[in-house]
């Protein structure tokens, strides 16, 4: 299967090859076409399978053709639960509209930052990217409208309604004009999101992407055991040893994730920490930065870790396992994307080795168990 053949035209087929994308996902060969045909599609996805492409594409293709009539009368909204996951989106409408012969105007918005320099960004956008709140703030101050929209995507829906942000959606629902295209994705299927489903789709074409499908065999993993007192100097040691110049590291905790963040830039490791008690602006510095690769270290936690998509990591580690084998797949999922290998490295304490093992069977895959006793960690 390869792109040309979902019904998307050059210029974005053009910047697919820019991009580097060789073949569409499995959610991609599937969303494409039926959200180019009009229909309403729900998704079953995480993150890591592809899905904003998935939307993205055919959104633009349907839109290239159609412009705007009236100023900040928006053509297509996608709402979004954080201002990470906006901000990725953003950029890829904008990365793939870059070769189109009319470039289709997008912007994301979020709350977290002043609203003045958004409103005035607005004028001539077809395509909003948006959190709820700030959605409803820039429509209640005029600088945007939605009678006019034809195309609705909410993305990570079970995670917009787990936040609590239902009250805001459905305000934004009722400014909808009521002939509209919906698209919907979740990472999970929960009886909530299939209520939310069934009040807004009509007739919708079904995704679901096989969770086995998203564990890649391109990750090498291993485990290491170690007393949980050994853990700090034994990260700081594999970090030097592995010349890790980018890793993510993942604790079960904000505290956890504080400390290891201070005891790292105490031996001289640039880290920051990410996680749900960090301001907006805080997390999104701190991932500018590690992208950038000014911090070697970022330190998260697995609610926070659900808006982070880098597109090549070479390292994650799990200081500390997570409760569920499906985070555990979730978040050496993070490694080893987009045709890449990674590594994935777990500390496991004595306490939590009959745990890891049930990861293991779940996840259908044996992780090789190193001792660590021998390595002589004075100085770490
Ligand atoms: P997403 O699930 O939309 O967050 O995408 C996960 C990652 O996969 C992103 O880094 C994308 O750039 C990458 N990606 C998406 N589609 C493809 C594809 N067809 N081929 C290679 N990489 C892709």
């Known amino acids: 299967m390869s792109f040309a053949s979902l019904g998307l035209s050059a210029p974005l087929l053009k910047a ?49 053709n159609k412009k705007i009539s009236r100023n900040r009368y928006i053509k297509a909204l996608v709402l979004v639960p954080t201002r990470e996951l906006a901000v990725q989106v953003g950029e890829v409408f904008q990365a793939f509209s ?31 990217v948006a959190t709820p709140g700030r959605l409803l703030d ?56 299939e209520a939310y489903l069934s009040d807004l789709l009509q007739d919708p074409f079904r995704i679901e992407i096989e969770e086995e499908a998203v564990v890649p065999d391109l990750i090498d993993q291993v485990a290491y055991q170690t007393p949980a007192e050994r853990k700090g100097p034994l990260l700081r040691y594999l970090i030097q040893q592995e010349n890790m110049e980018q890793v993510l590291v993942f604790t079960s905790s904000i505290r956890a994730a504080d400390n290891v963040v201070g005891k790292l830039m105490k031996n001289g490791v640039a880290a ?13 510095e701190a991932l500018k930065q590690f992208k950038a690769g000014k911090i070697r270290v970022l330190v998260a936690t697995d609610l926070a870790s659900r808006g982070i998509d880098i597109k090549f990591l070479p390292f994650v580690i799990n200081y500390e396992l997570p409760r569920s084998p499906k985070d555990y797949v979730h978040r050496i999922g993070r490694t080893g994307r987009a045709e890449a290998s990674g590594k994935a490295i777990s500390l496991v304490t004595p306490e939590d080795e009959h745990h890891f093992r049930i990861i293991q069977k779940k996840m259908g895959k044996r992780v090789p168990m190193l001792p660590t006793d021998d390595i002589n960690l004075q100085g770490y």
């Open 16 to 64: 697919i090859e820019d991009l580097g994308y060789t073949q569409p996902y499995p959610i991609q060969s599937e969303a494409i076409p039926a959200i180019l045909k009009g229909k309403d599609v729900t998704g079953i996805a995480k993150t890591g399978s592809g899905k904003t492409a998935g939307y993205v594409l055919p959104v633009l293709e349907l839109l290239k």
């Open 98 to 128: 870059r070769h189109l012969l009319r470039r289709v105007k997008s912007l994301a918005v979020f709350g977290g930052v002043s609203i003045n320099p958004q409103m005035m960004q607005l004028s001539g956008v077809e395509v909003l």
């Open 138 to 193: 820039l429509i209640s101050s005029n600088a945007v409208h939605l009678s006019e929209v034809e195309v609705l995507v909410l993305d990570e829906a079970d995670k917009m309604l787990n936040l609590g942000f239902q009250e805001e959606v459905n305000k934004v629902l009722a400014l909808l004009p009521a002939k509209r295209q919906n698209i919907l994705f979740s990472a999970t299927k929960g009886e909530e999101v």
């Open 272 to 284: 920051a920490a990410f996680h749900g008690e960090k301001s907006q602006g805080g997390r999104t």
